[in-house]
C-alpha cells in the first residue's frame, strides 16, 4: 500500500468499489488507476500473467533489484536479508506462485496477484486471512527512482521478505483483522499512521546498530541510507498512541522514524483492544511529522 491507498482510507469509510474508485481518481487529480480492473474475482484478485512481462521489463526489474541488492548489506534487518537470498528473485520478475508456496512453507502466509491498489475492505481482508496482495506490473523506466502507486517491484521486493518472520506475519494478520475494526470505530486514519510508520517505513534495533524493516524504506535507493544517517530526521522509540498521533509526508523522505527493539515489541505494543485509544486520541491534534516533544530523546546514530 502507499500513499494514495493511505490518503484514500482517510475518506472512505463506506468503502463499496464505486466509493474507492471515486475516492482514487480525486486524489489523483482525475486520473484513472493504473492497472487493469477488467478481469478481477470478487477479492480483487487476477491471474499475474507471467509469460506477458517483456525481456525489457525483466532486464528493468534485474537493474532495479541489483541497485538495492547493494544496499541491503548492514542496513536492512537480518530476516529481509535472510528470506531475499532464499527467495532468489534476482534474475527477474517473479513467479508469485513459486514464492507463494516458500513463504505458504514458512508461515501460512500466501501472495495473491493484484491489478493495483484495492479499496480498504478488500485490502484488510486480504492480511486478516493471511494474504498479502501483490501488484501485477511493473513500472516504467522512467520511473526508475520514484513511482507514485505501488508496483510489482514495491509490493514484492520490500514486503514479501519480512512475510517469513513468523512474529511480523502474525502482526500483519492482526493489523488486517485490526483495520477492519477500526473501520466501524473511526480510527483508520490512526491506523493508518501506524502502517505507514511501521510496515512501510519503520526502524528495528539490532545488536550492530539500527536496521531498516519498512518495506517503502527497503524498496527505495534514497531513503535507505537517508534514514539511517540523515541528521535532518528524527528517529524516536516506537510508541504506539505517538505513532497514531503523527501526521506522516508522502512525497519527502520521513522526517520522523519510529524504531522497534524488536518484532516481539510491535506484536505485543499492539494487541491491546484500541477502541479506548481511539477515542482519546480522536480528541487531540495530530502532531506534525517533525515534532520532538518534550522529554522525547532523538535516538543517536551509531
Ligand atoms: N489491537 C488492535 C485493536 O484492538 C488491532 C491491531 C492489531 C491493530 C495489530 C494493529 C496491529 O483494535
Ligand atoms: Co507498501
Redesign the pocket.
Known amino acids: 500500500m502507499n500513499a494514495k491507498v493511505m490518503e484514500a482510507s482517510l475518506n472512505t469509510t463506506d468503502s463499496n468499489t464505486d466509493d474507492f474508485f471515486a475516492a482514487v481518481a480525486e486524489k489523483s487529480d482525475g486520473a484513472v488507476l493504473r492497472g487493469d480492473y477488467s478481469k478481477i474475482d470478487d477479492q480483487y484478485v487476477v491471474r499475474q500473467d507471467w509469460d506477458a512481462y517483456t525481456p525489457e521489463q525483466h532486464a528493468l526489474w534485474r537493474r532495479l533489484y541489483q541497485r538495492q541488492a547493494k544496499l541491503i548489506p548492514g542496513r536492512a534487518c537480518d530476516v529481509f536479508i535472510e528470506s531475499l537470498e532464499a527467495l532468489n528473485i534476482g534474475d527477474g520478475i517473479p513467479r508469485f506462485e513459486e514464492s507463494s508456496a516458500m513463504l505458504f512453507k514458512a508461515t501460512g502466509w500466501t501472495l495473491v496477484a493484484v491489478p493495483g491498489l484495492v479499496p480498504d475492505h478488500i485490502f484488510f481482508g486480504h492480511l486478516a486471512n493471511r494474504r498479502f496482495p501483490v501488484t501485477v506490473w511493473l513500472r516504467d523506466p522512467e520511473e526508475f527512482d520514484y513511482i507514485v502507486e505501488p508496483d510489482v517491484f514495491h509490493d514484492f521486493f520490500g514486503h514479501v521478505p519480512l512475510l517469513f518472520n513468523p512474529i511480523f506475519a502474525d502482526?500483519l494478520q492482526?493489523?488486517g483483522?485490526?483495520?477492519l475494526?477500526?473501520m466501524k470505530l473511526d480510527?483508520l486514519g490512526m491506523?493508518a499512521r501506524?502502517y505507514w510508520y511501521t510496515v512501510e517505513f519503520g526502524l528495528i534495533q539490532s545488536p550492530e546498530g539500527l536496521r531498516v524493516y519498512g518495506a517503502g524504506i527497503l524498496s527505495s535507493g534514497g531513503e535507505i541510507e537517508h534514514c539511517l544517517t540523515s541528521p535532518a530526521s528524527l528517529r524516536l522509540p516506537f510508541d504506539v498512541e505517538r505513532v497514531m498521533r503523527t501526521l506522516y509526508k508522502i512525497d519527502s523522505y520521513q522526517e520522523t522514524y519510529f524504531v522497534i527493539n524488536d518484532f516481539q515489541q510491535l506484536f505485543d505494543d499492539?494487541?491491546?483492544?484500541?477502541?479506548p485509544i481511539y477515542a482519546r486520541l480522536k480528541a487531540l491534534e495530530p502532531l506534525p511529522a517533525n515534532t520532538l516533544l518534550p522529554g522525547e530523546a532523538n535516538l543517536s546514530l551509531k
Open positions: 502482526h492482526d493489523y483483522k485490526g483495520a475494526k477500526a480510527g491506523l501506524l499492539t494487541a491491546p483492544d484500541f477502541t
